[in-house]
C-alpha cells in the first residue's frame, strides 16, 4: 500500500515536470516564432539591425530543439505510465548529457550580458524597435516583457535537479529507477556547478538593470541613469545642502561611476511611476526609499566629482593652531604695554597703536570662534566639481558623522577603482624640451621621425616656421632625447614633411639580378681612361660599412681617407664576385651598368674624372647640376625625406646624408603650394592648393623615383584642395577635399566613391586617423571627432572634446578658459597603442581607447569618453608623432657582428629584430608647456609660454 502510495507521487512529480516544461518550451517558441523569425525578415531590417538580433537570441534555436524533444518525451512516459518500466533517470541522463548541452548553454549564459546590451543599443537606435517590443509583449498571454523570456534559459537547468531530488524522495531504493535518478542527479548536478557562476552574473546584472530603470521612473527629470550595463546602485543619503540664507532637503544617490543629486520630500505614499515599456521586470526588492518624492537636480561622473580639501579635521586643526597664533599675539602685545608704560617721553601714539593691534586681535580671535563652532557640526561635507565655467562647490549636512563617513569612504573606494581603470590606459609623462629661437615668430609646423638610419641614431626631424624661412630641428633620441641642431633649409614655410623609406631589395627576383650580373664585362677590352660624357655613369655608390681595406676591392680600398658623410645603412657586395674583381673591372663595370652597381652598393659615393682620377665624398657634394634621373639613381639605394613648402617646392633629402648647409638631392618646383605629402608601397601622393594631387613612382625593380614623370589627377579646386590624405585598409586612399571624402583606388587611381561629412561647405578635414575599420575625422574650426566606418561609410560616432578640454583648463584663468573654450579645435590625430591621441588648440592632449570596429559593425555599444593628459601646451597643439625605438639589446647584439660577417651580408647592416620589441614614444610639439595640476595662480604658471615645447610621452 506504502508502495503504491510513493508510486502515485512519483507521477504527480513527472506531471509537475511536463507543466512547467510545457511552460518553459512555450516560452521558447515565443522568443523564436515571435521575435526571432519577424525580425529575420528583409523587411523587418530597418527595425533591427540583423547582428543585434543575432546577438539577443543567441543559442534560442538550438535551445528550442532540444527541450522540444525532451518534452515530447517526457509527455510520452506519462501518457504511458507504468509503474515498474518508466525510468526517468534514464530519459534525464540521455537528454541531458554534460557534454552535449554544457556547450549551448554555457555559451547562451555568457552572451547573456551581451545580449541585454544588444536589446538596449537597439532600442535606443530604432524607435520602431520599441514599438515592436511593445506590440510582442501585449500579444503575450502573459504579457512577459522580452527580458523575462530572454532570463528563462539562465533559470531553467537548477530546477531540475530539485525535480530529481523530488523524484529520489519518492522513489524506492529497489526500483529499476533509482540508479538511473542516482547518476541523473550527479550530472545535472556538475552541469548546473559550471553554469552557476554565469547564472549569478547573469541575475545580478538583472536586478541592477531593473534597479536603474526604476530609479529613472521614480526620479522626476531623470534621463541617462539606466542603459549603462555596468552601472550599479552603491547607496542612497538622505541630507541637507546648506545654501547662503537657508537649507534645502537633498538625497544623494552614489552609482560607481557617477553622483546624481535630487530634491527630497518625505510622507508620500503610493505606487511609483513607470515608464510606457520597462524591459526589465521590476525588483523583489529596492534599497533605497521608494515612497519619496524626488526631482532631479544634476549628475555628474565620479571623475569630475572631489571631496575638497579642508575636511572637518584639517580645518579643525588649522583653525586651533591659527588661533594659538592670536593668543600670543596678545600676550607679546600686552608686554609691550607694560613696556610703554616705562618711557619718559610722551608715548601716546604707541599706546593707541598698541590698542588697536590689540582690538584687531581680538576681532581676528571671535571670527576663528565662530569658525570653529560651524566645523564642529556633526556630519559637514563640502563637495567639489569640475564644470566648464570652473570648479562649482556644494555643502552637505548629513544626519550623523557616521552616515558622513559611510559616504565618503564609499565614495574614495569607487573613485579610486575607476581611477585604476584608467591609468591602465594612462602612458607615462618622460619631459618637456624646449626648443630654442633663431627667430622671433617660429613656430611649429609639422615632424615625422627619421626611422631610416642606423639603430643607435634615431631622430626626429621637426620643423619650424615664421612664414618667411623654414627650419629643420634635429631631436636625438638616444641616449637621451634632446635637440641636436637647427638648420634653415628654405625661405617659406614648411607646410609638411614624410619619410620615404629605403627601396625593399627583396622585391628584386634573383633571375632579374644575374641576368643583369651577366651581361657585365669581365675582360679588360675597354680603354680604362675611356671619359664618359653621361653624369650618371661618373658618380657611384661605394660600400662604407667595412673597418679594414684589405679585402676591400672596391675603388675607395687605396684611398687613405673617407667620406664624411659615409652611412652603415648600406649593403656589401657578395664576397665571391668582390673578390674577382679589380679596379679596371669595376671601372668598366661603372660604365656598362651604373644602374646595377648604384642599387648594390650603398652608403657614400664617389665620382669618375675624365683623367682616370677617383674623387669621394657625400651624394650632395658630388651631385653638382645632376639631372633629375641621375638623383633618381643615387637614392635608389636610400631612405628620404620629401618637404612641401608653401612656394611649392619640394625638397628631397636622403636621410643617411648630412642636410647642413642646405643641400638636398632633389628639388621639384610646382606652381602651387604644398598642402600634404604622403607615401605608401612605392608611391608618394602630393596635394597642392590648386586642387592637383600629384603621384610620383618608384620603380618596383631598381628602386629608382620617376621625377620626370609623374601622374596629375584633379581631385579638388583652387579653393577648396585636399586638405589631408590617409590610406585606409592598405586598398583605399582617403582625400579630405572641402566637407567630402573623396576615396581613390591606391594602386589605379579612380576614384571609387564620395560622401559628405558635414552640411556645412565651408568647414574644410582638418584630421584624419585610422585604426581597423574605423577611420576618426575632424573638421576645421570644430572641436567634434567624428568616427566612419571605412567600408560602409556609415557614422558611428560623434564626439565633442569641450567637456574633457575644459575640465583640465578648470584651474587656469577665467579669462584664458573662455578665449580657450570659444575658439577651440581639433588640431592633430594620431594612433598608438590603442589609443586616440587628439591635440587641441587649446594646448590639452586628449587620449581615448580606441572601441572594436569589426567589418560588421553597425554601432557602438558603449559611449566613447576622452581623457586629458595632465601635461599639455600652453598653446595650440601643432602635432603628434610617434617614433618606436628599438630594444637595446638587440641594437647591442647587432653591433657586436665581425667585420667579416658585415662585410659578406647579402642583407642590409641595420639589423632586423625578430620580435617586435623596444618602447614607443609619442611626441606633441606645441606653443609653450603647462602642467594642468598646477593652478594657474602659481609663480611657475605662464613662464616659458613664448617657448615652443616638444612634450614626450612612453607608451
Request: charged fraction near 25%; proline fraction near 4%; charge should be neutral.
Amino acid at each position: 500500500m506504502f508502495e503504491m502510495h510513493l508510486q502515485d507521487l512519483r507521477k504527480h512529480v513527472v506531471k509537475n515536470l511536463l507543466e512547467t516544461e510545457s511552460s518553459y518550451v512555450n516560452s521558447l517558441r515565443i522568443l523564436y516564432q515571435s521575435y526571432l523569425k519577424p525580425l529575420k525578415r528583409p523587411e523587418n531590417h530597418v527595425v533591427c539591425e540583423p547582428k543585434l538580433v543575432d546577438e539577443i537570441f543567441f543559442q534560442i534555436p538550438e535551445i528550442l530543439q532540444h527541450h522540444e524533444k525532451f518534452f515530447e518525451n517526457v509527455r510520452e512516459c506519462f501518457e504511458n505510465w507504468d509503474t515498474d518500466t518508466v525510468k526517468m533517470g534514464d530519459l534525464f541522463i540521455q537528454s541531458f548529457n554534460k557534454d552535449m548541452l554544457l556547450e549551448t548553454y554555457t555559451s547562451y549564459i555568457k552572451n547573456y550580458l551581451n545580449a541585454r546590451e544588444a536589446i538596449t543599443v537597439a532600442v535606443q537606435a530604432k524607435t520602431a524597435f520599441k514599438t515592436f517590443l511593445e506590440n510582442c509583449q501585449r500579444e503575450n498571454k502573459e504579457k512577459q516583457g522580452l527580458s523575462d523570456l530572454l532570463i528563462k534559459p539562465v533559470q531553467r537547468i537548477p530546477r531540475y535537479e530539485l525535480i530529481i531530488k523530488d523524484l529520489l524522495k519518492h522513489t524506492p531504493e529497489t526500483h529499476p529507477d533509482h540508479k538511473g535518478l542516482i547518476v541523473a542527479q550527479e550530472e545535472l548536478h556538475a552541469l548546473s556547478v559550471q553554469m552557476n557562476k554565469g547564472e549569478k552574473e547573469a541575475v545580478a546584472a538583472e536586478a541592477q538593470a531593473r534597479q536603474l530603470q526604476d530609479i529613472e521612473s521614480l526620479v522626476e527629470g531623470c534621463l541617462g541613469i539606466s542603459g549603462i550595463v555596468k552601472r550599479k546602485l552603491v547607496r542612497q543619503d538622505m541630507c541637507t545642502e546648506l545654501k547662503s540664507t537657508n537649507k534645502k532637503d537633498r538625497s544623494l544617490w552614489l552609482f560607481n561611476d557617477t553622483l546624481m543629486c535630487t530634491t527630497s520630500k518625505k510622507g508620500r505614499t503610493g505606487t511609483m511611476r513607470r515608464s510606457s515599456l520597462n524591459l526589465w521586470a521590476p525588483a523583489d526588492q529596492l534599497n533605497f526609499d521608494s515612497n519619496g518624492k524626488y526631482k532631479f537636480l544634476w549628475k555628474f561622473p565620479l571623475e569630475d566629482v572631489e571631496l575638497l580639501k579642508g575636511s572637518q579635521l584639517v580645518s579643525k586643526q588649522t583653525n586651533e593652531k591659527q588661533m594659538q597664533m592670536i593668543r600670543s599675539d596678545q600676550e607679546l602685545l600686552s608686554d609691550l604695554e607694560k613696556t610703554a608704560e616705562k618711557l619718559h617721553i610722551p608715548h601716546q601714539a604707541v599706546e593707541d597703536a598698541i590698542k588697536d593691534l590689540q582690538n584687531l586681535c581680538q576681532q581676528r580671535l571671535n571670527e576663528k570662534r565662530v569658525a570653529m563652532q560651524e566645523i564642529l557640526v556633526p556630519g559637514r561635507l563640502e563637495i567639489g566639481i569640475s564644470t566648464p565655467d570652473g570648479m562649482k562647490s556644494f555643502q552637505f549636512e548629513f544626519s550623523s558623522d557616521e552616515g558622513k563617513g559611510a559616504f565618503e569612504t564609499s565614495f574614495r573606494n569607487f573613485k579610486e577603482t575607476l581611477t585604476q581603470q584608467k591609468n591602465r590606459f594612462d602612458p607615462t609623462f618622460m619631459k618637456a624640451i624646449p626648443i630654442s629661437k633663431t627667430r622671433n615668430g617660429m613656430q611649429f609646423s609639422c615632424a615625422t621621425a627619421n626611422t631610416d638610419t642606423s639603430p643607435s641614431s634615431h631622430e626626429v626631424w621637426v620643423c619650424n616656421t615664421d612664414g618667411y624661412v623654414g627650419q629643420i630641428c634635429f631631436l636625438a633620441l638616444e641616449p637621451e632625447p634632446s635637440q641636436t641642431q637647427c638648420i634653415t633649409v628654405c625661405n617659406a614655410k614648411i607646410c609638411c614633411i614624410t619619410q620615404v623609406p629605403t627601396w625593399d631589395r627583396k622585391l628584386v627576383s634573383t633571375q632579374v639580378l644575374l641576368k643583369e650580373i651577366s651581361k657585365l664585362p669581365l675582360g679588360h677590352t675597354r680603354d680604362r681612361h675611356k671619359s664618359s660624357n653621361n653624369r650618371a655613369h661618373q658618380i657611384i655608390s661605394w660600400d662604407d660599412t667595412d673597418d679594414t681595406d684589405e679585402e676591400n676591392t672596391s675603388p675607395m680600398s687605396t684611398m687613405s681617407s673617407r667620406s664624411p658623410y659615409s652611412t652603415n645603412n648600406s649593403i656589401s657586395c657578395d664576397a665571391a664576385f668582390t673578390t674577382q674583381t679589380t679596379n679596371t673591372a669595376t671601372s668598366d663595370l661603372m660604365e656598362s651598368s651604373p644602374q646595377l652597381i648604384t642599387s648594390l652598393l650603398g652608403g657614400g659615393a664617389f665620382k669618375k674624372e675624365s683623367n682616370g682620377s677617383t674623387l669621394h665624398g657625400s651624394l650632395e657634394d658630388l651631385l653638382g647640376d645632376n639631372s633629375l634621373a641621375d638623383c633618381s639613381k643615387i637614392l635608389a639605394n636610400q631612405g628620404s625625406m620629401w618637404l612641401g613648402t608653401e612656394d611649392g617646392k619640394i625638397k628631397v633629402y636622403s636621410t643617411q646624408e648630412s642636410v647642413r648647409g642646405n643641400k638636398h638631392c632633389v628639388e621639384l618646383q610646382n606652381t602651387a603650394s604644398v598642402q600634404c605629402i604622403l607615401y605608401h608601397a612605392g608611391q608618394v601622393f602630393i596635394a597642392l592648393s590648386n586642387g592637383d594631387l600629384l603621384i610620383y613612382h618608384r620603380d618596383a625593380t631598381n628602386g629608382q623615383w620617376d621625377f620626370d614623370r609623374k601622374r596629375t589627377i584633379q581631385l579638388g579646386t583652387s579653393p577648396y584642395p585636399i586638405t589631408k590624405m590617409l590610406v585606409v585598409n592598405e586598398k583605399e586612399l582617403w582625400c579630405g577635399c572641402q566637407n567630402q571624402i573623396r576615396i581613390l583606388d591606391v594602386r589605379s587611381h579612380n576614384i571609387k566613391s564620395f560622401f559628405t561629412v558635414s552640411q556645412d561647405s565651408k568647414r574644410c578635414i582638418q584630421c584624419m586617423a585610422s585604426f581597423g575599420f574605423g577611420v576618426w575625422v575632424a573638421m576645421d574650426k570644430k572641436p567634434q571627432i567624428k568616427l566612419y566606418h571605412s567600408v560602409t561609410h556609415s557614422l558611428l560616432a560623434d564626439l565633442d572634446v569641450s567637456n574633457a578640454v575644459n575640465k583640465m583648463l578648470a584651474s587656469s584663468d577665467a579669462i584664458i578658459r573662455q578665449h580657450k573654450a570659444a575658439c577651440l579645435r581639433i588640431t592633430a590625430l594620431l594612433v598608438c597603442k590603442d589609443l586616440l591621441w587628439v591635440g587641441t588648440s587649446g594646448g590639452v592632449v586628449l587620449t581615448l581607447v580606441l572601441p572594436n570596429v569589426a567589418s560588421n559593425t553597425t554601432s557602438l555599444p558603449l559611449p566613447i569618453i576622452p581623457q586629458g593628459l595632465a601635461y599639455g601646451h600652453t598653446g595650440h597643439v601643432r602635432f603628434l608623432t610617434a617614433v618606436r625605438l628599438p630594444d637595446k639589446d638587440v641594437q647591442r647584439n647587432s653591433s657586436k657582428r665581425s667585420p667579416s660577417k658585415r662585410k659578406h651580408s647579402s642583407t642590409a647592416s641595420t639589423p632586423t629584430p625578430h620580435r617586435q620589441i623596444g618602447t614607443t614614444l609619442v611626441i606633441s610639439g606645441g606653443d609653450g608647456y603647462e602642467d594642468f595640476g598646477i593652478s594657474s595662480s602659481t609663480e611657475t604658471a605662464g613662464r616659458e609660454d613664448s617657448t615652443n615645447h616638444l612634450l614626450m610621452w612612453k607608451v
